[in-house]
């Protein structure tokens, strides 16, 4: 067979020669932008151009702080298609994160959001290797910036040539692209994502029995695009030739839901976080969504009562998946066997409220202290995964050893696996509750809270006992309406139907907010702190 | 990223693990057999363990002959999963190309149906590496044979150990699998395919964009697994675990039927002599054929005709293909971009008797003499490919420096491009009937012809001409109805309302039957043979 690499530019090569007329939409805060492919094509190539100009060279990193249009799409393929790496940095950081990445990342160029920018500005003294600063913006001018000297991002193009020819002879392990964790505790961690890990990825979510992206498609990723690739969704849907979506900055449900409905999205991808922000503002308005055909969600466990309103109130089919930034990310995919359709909706729902099974190319195994787990949907285990768009390492982190062993990633997930081989995420294993030497999974008794009619959100964290070393303590958010009408004790009456009793929390504690991670992971060390102090208070 | 080679055996693994109930059904002679996901994983890893017990080794050729069935599916994942090289011999070869291909192989083992014993008794005196011959029969007793000793399919797998572990230490590169193209001309050409190249193309045959080979199939390979990977179909219809119907031996268009019908199959794939007889069937007969999603077609242009009948008469989604024994097979799909889902009935099926664009993953181009052809739908070129699952030589042969150039395979099909990019064959470079110093295109007179009413085969062939150098002359079989209805004289009318007075047959010549090729292709050289006899035998 040949010897042909696997390249990140034959995406958008494809897109280009096959859709030139089919658009990226991108929000801005003053309008709808809009391109085609063939003038994505030929923007991403002067990028390039421009960048090979600037004395970037192959290995070099380049990052980018910057919300989901189509600049940073133009980076997305650009920046791999010369050898240099595309780094992708949460904007969400704090400011010693943001220091501690850049300079560990040994970013050379930094692409910004003008909206963004007073962040870099006010780190830009501690930052050992930027060299260049561009600025995204849809004004003419160079922004004021207290920096010596910004680039303009359009004026940086017009430099580029937009027929400059993307190089063929790159090894397709060589890097393309480096994200960093979002850890809830220690530094960030790096990782690195390989062209051929990338392309692979993108096949996989497009393949029919996993998300399917199409040419059919139009595709909007919630996600951000500094968080683990956006999932791929920007690397898929340019393959495929798909229209894309993007949502801009400060996305609302509301701005989310006008856009499905006036570009008819058919497809979308976020954390469970944004979908329950959905689903209220679906509750106030109506929204004609009728052209989804799925939304995807992943980054924590999506509630069985999320679910069910998505699939049954409104219509929407709804997948769960499963990954990490360390599995680029999709590694586990939710979708119904054809022996399960006949199932009960109710059945089908709980099998939708599960992550799924590895997705072709991916392999997956659960342990714990006697070897793999029974498919029973009971034993617990940590996940482990392995494949070709699986990381191998940390990025230069002598913390590397801990996640990855014996040919596989830890991924410090507690899960159960049931007889169909349907994976279910019980808890993370820093999170499990040992109560009396059992176990108890805070993501069950959440998911069972979450679904009672007037809880939000609920998170649920151990707190250290004398006699049974941990016991669990539920935060919940109410919603508005049920605040003065909802206690303690209908919520207990409603988990008592459910749980044996040593699996009750300790208390019930009702919050205003949780804390949550950058990408809208409860914030478990945070809400420790905040249980603690609570019940300091009340004793 | 990990170093996870992509490799045969994970498509099995997958189907055991996440399907173990879904079956394969194999029609025999005398009943149908069925067997499950578990079992074939079981039934592959004892073949894999008793081949290595033998004494199979790394590297070492496996010859297979036979029809389509579970045992030759299990050869196809229990051979490359030891490191050792499945090569698919042709049933329809004759003994001279057989003892060439064997030999040339270096077969140490062939695996043969009972049916197909005597091919391999009358040449196997003549056969220089052959150790071991392995029949597969539904019987329980060995075959009587002229052999000095021949093996039970069945009895030699009893020997091997079921629970088997595939070996995971093997590089993706390695060689999977062989197969010799069927050349109308010269001696047979072998194809080595390697692991990662039967991977990547199982993976883009199962993308929602192209035949999106899923779970919820019924997958029915017509087209023989000796011949190109069975189009990759075994593979990729394992690998999601779809159900899998094997038509097993001397299919007729009557057990083709009845097998849709009564198994559900969903997709199915042949050559175009297939559909046509299948056609023929279904005008005899009435068939409940409403579960098929999609026909895939190949190894020759469909007639738009025959599309026409499947998709308006029969409703039944036809996908036309392109591909060949050297690109394992997929290298176009046609199917159509949403935006010309709009237009007419008659647009589209002119857009799907093209070969369509290329997968994802291959890059394609037609060039002639000036360089690059224009995308105009009439400009002709050679059709060039590339990509990861495309061969970049013939095994052991002379002859690769013909076909592989610049890293490209020169396929020989003289093509136009359209606006849109989809790719027509008008004809092999060899077959081009140059007239005046203008082309002619065979097909498109075939295709013509082939339209009419009254024709049931036409092919078009050239012949000698002292003025104009080569002048087109067609060979037409009629439809049993038509005989002695339709004449020379009708055909030419049909013809001169659709091409310049130039292009029209010097001559059309009524024949009960046209030799084809063991892969059902027009066999153009004998056909000039033909035609020679025939015109010199009427002045």
């Known amino acids: 067979m040949m010897d042909s690499p696997l390249l990140i530019t034959s995406l958008i090569e494809r897109a280009e020669n096959y859709f030139p007329n089919k658009e990226i939409i991108s929000r801005t805060q003053k309008y709808m932008h809009r391109l085609t492919y063939k003038e994505l094509g030929g923007r991403v190539r002067a990028l390039a151009h421009a960048l090979e100009e600037l004395g970037i060279q192959k290995g070099d990193r380049v990052g980018t702080f910057a919300w989901n249009h189509h600049r940073h799409l133009e980076a997305y393929f650009a920046v791999p298609s010369i050898g240099a790496i595309l ?94 964790t979002s850890g809830t505790t220690g530094k960030p961690k790096g990782v690195v994502y390989s062209h051929r890990g990338l392309v692979l990825h993108a096949m996989a979510l497009s393949l029919a029995d996993t998300s399917a992206v199409s040419e059919e498609d139009v595709s909007m990723p919630v996600v951000p695009m500094f968080h683990a690739n956006a999932w791929g969704m920007p690397h898929a849907a340019t393959w495929m030739g798909a229209k894309q979506v993007l949502p801009g900055p400060f996305p609302t449900p509301e701005i989310l839901a006008r856009l499905i409905e006036t570009e008819k999205v058919t497809i979308t991808a976020g954390v469970p976080t944004i979908w329950l922000v959905l689903l209220k503002e679906l509750d106030k308005k109506t929204y004609q969504l009728d052209s989804l055909r799925g939304i995807l969600c992943g980054g924590s466990a999506a509630p069985f009562g999320m679910i069910k309103a998505f699939e049954m109130k409104h219509n929407i089919p709804f997948f769960h998946a499963y990954g990490m930034t360390e599995t680029t990310p999709l590694a586990l995919f939710s979708k119904l066997k054809s022996s399960q359709k006949q199932l009960s909706e109710m059945d089908k729902l709980d099998i939708k409220s599960k992550q799924g099974m590895a997705v072709p190319g991916i392999e997956i195994k659960a342990i714990n202290e006697n070897g793999d787990i029974k ?151 945070a809400l420790r702190e905040e249980v603690k102090k609570q019940l300091t208070k009340d004793f």
């Open 375 to 525: 498919r029973d949907g009971r034993e617990m285990g940590e996940l482990l995964v392995r494949g070709p768009w699986i990381a191998d390492s940390y990025y230069k982190d002598d913390r590397s050893d801990d996640s990855f062993r014996d040919g596989w990633l830890y991924t410090g997930d507690v899960v159960t696996i049931d007889e169909e081989g349907f994976v279910k995420i019980v808890d993370r294993t820093k999170d499990l509750i040992k109560s009396g030497g059992e176990w108890i999974s805070s993501v069950d008794l959440e998911n069972a809270l979450m679904a009672h009619e007037a809880v939000y959100e609920a998170a649920v964290v151990s707190v250290p006992h004398e006699k049974w070393q941990e016991r669990p303590v539920a935060c919940v958010v109410l919603k508005d309406d049920y605040r003065s009408i909802v206690g303690q004790q209908d919520l207990y009456a409603f988990l008592e139907a459910q749980f044996v009793k040593w699996w009750l929390p300790d208390d019930i504690l009702f919050m205003d907010a949780l804390p949550k991670t950058s990408v809208g992971k409860f914030l478990k060390t």
């Open 87 to 180: 780094h992708t940095i949460n904007i969400r950081l704090s400011a010693e994160q943001l220091t501690y990445i850049i300079n560990h990342a040994e970013d050379k160029v930094i692409l910004v959001d003008e909206e963004l920018l007073p962040a870099i500005e006010s780190i830009f003294h501690q930052l050992d290797t930027v060299e260049t600063i561009i600025v995204m913006t849809d004004e003419e001018r160079v922004p004021a910036s207290t920096l010596p000297s910004v680039l303009h991002y359009e004026q940086f193009l017009e430099d580029g040539d937009t027929t400059f020819v993307f190089k063929k002879d790159m090894e397709e392990k060589e890097a393309a692209e480096l994200c960093y």
